[in-house]
Structures are given as structure tokens and as C-alpha cells.
């Protein structure tokens, strides 16, 4: 299947799309909302400006995808690759994203508010001025990732890994920190910087 059957198909009704494989596909600026995309191979597509809310992608491969400015809200992703993906000013408000990959994916100024991040792999993730206010980001892997100028009031960070986390005029106000070491975190500003209730 191509881009323009997929489409085609979804104009005409059908939402079911499970294992679709649609690998360095051009979906720029489509809606494609409401789809089941469980276990869809989406490997360096470009989804750039897309709605792709309300969509079931568990198990997805999404590595290296162009997601810039897409609107996942409410979405589905839990098990997900997104690996190196771009999801710079991505909406993924209310996401379910439980245990997926976003290892070094790139995250700038992205609405993650509300998202369930538990237990997910940000390791080396760019989460600069993110907005991650009452996430749950409890058992998740943030070792090197860079929460510069981000959000993460009320967020839940409980079992966490911050080891080499960059953070440096981050909002802490109101985060569980529940069994997290944060001797570990990187920055001579830690005390100074951190906006901590």
C-alpha cells in the first residue's frame, strides 16, 4: 500500500490499518485521525503537520520519523518506536506513551501535558522548553536527556533515572521525586536554577 491508497481508503471510511508498512512514506500534512495503526512500520516517514489524533499506534515503528508539528492528542502509542524521531512542537497531549522508545528523539517545545510516560526510554532525549506539566513520567529512563527551560510541574517522577540529566532552568514545582537520586543530575545550577515549590 501506498500513500495514496491509504488515504484513498480512509476517505472512503476505513480506519483499520494494522501493520501497514508505509516505510520513508510522504504523509505531510494529512489527517489520518481516528486510524489504527498498531504495529504499522512508519520508519523515517513524514507525518510533518498531520492529525493523527486519536490514533492507535501501539507497537508502532516510528524511528526517525518527521513528526514536526503533528497533533497526536489523545493517541495511543504505548510500546512505540521513536527513536532519533522528530517531534519538535509535536501536540501529544494526553498520550499514552507507557514503555515506549524516544531514545534521543528530539522534543523541543512539544505539549506532553498530561502524557503517561511511564516507564518510557528517553534516554538522551532533547526535552528543551517541553511542557510536561502533570505527566507521569514514573519509572522512566531520562539518563542524558536535556530538560532545559522545560515544564514538569505536578509531573510524577518517582523511580526515574536522571543520571547526567541536563537541567537548568526547569520548573520542579510540585514533582514527586519519590526514589530518585538526584545526586546524579547534571548542573552546577541544580540548587540555584531549579524552580522548586
Do not use: P
Not at 488515504?7 to 471510511?13: F, I, N, P, Q, V
Not at 481516528?34 to 504499522?40: F, H, N, P, Q
Not at 501501539?58 to 518506536?81: C, F, P, Q
Amino acid at each position: 500500500m501506498d500513500a495514496d491508497q491509504l488515504l484513498k481508503r480512509y476517505s472512503a471510511g476505513e480506519r483499520n490499518f494494522t501493520q501497514i508498512s508505509l516505510y520513508s512514506v510522504n504523509l505531510r500534512e494529512v489527517c489520518l485521525a481516528g486510524s489504527i495503526l498498531d504495529r504499522a512500520n512508519l520508519a523515517s516517514a513524514n507525518l510533518s503537520q498531520s492529525n493523527l489524533r486519536g490514533c492507535n499506534l501501539v507497537e508502532a515503528n516510528l524511528t526517525a520519523a518527521l513528526l514536526w508539528r503533528t497533533d497526536l492528542s489523545g493517541s495511543n502509542l504505548i510500546l512505540t518506536k521513536l527513536k532519533s524521531a522528530n517531534l519538535i512542537r509535536a501536540t501529544l497531549k494526553d498520550v499514552d506513551l507507557h514503555k515506549a522508545n524516544l531514545q534521543k528523539a528530539d522534543l523541543r517545545l512539544t505539549d506532553l501535558r498530561n502524557a503517561d510516560l511511564t516507564g518510557a526510554d528517553l534516554m538522551g532525549a532533547d526535552l528543551s522548553y517541553a511542557d510536561l506539566t502533570g505527566a507521569f513520567l514514573s519509572g522512566a529512563n531520562l539518563d542524558g536527556a536535556n530538560l532545559t527551560g522545560a515544564n514538569l510541574s505536578s509531573t510524577d517522577l518517582s523511580y526515574a533515572s536522571l543520571s547526567k540529566t541536563i537541567i537548568f532552568k526547569t520548573d520542579l514545582s510540585g514533582v514527586d521525586f519519590t526514589k530518585v537520586d538526584l545526586r546524579t543530575i547534571d548542573g552546577e545550577y541544580l540548587v540555584e536554577n531549579m524552580l522548586v515549590s
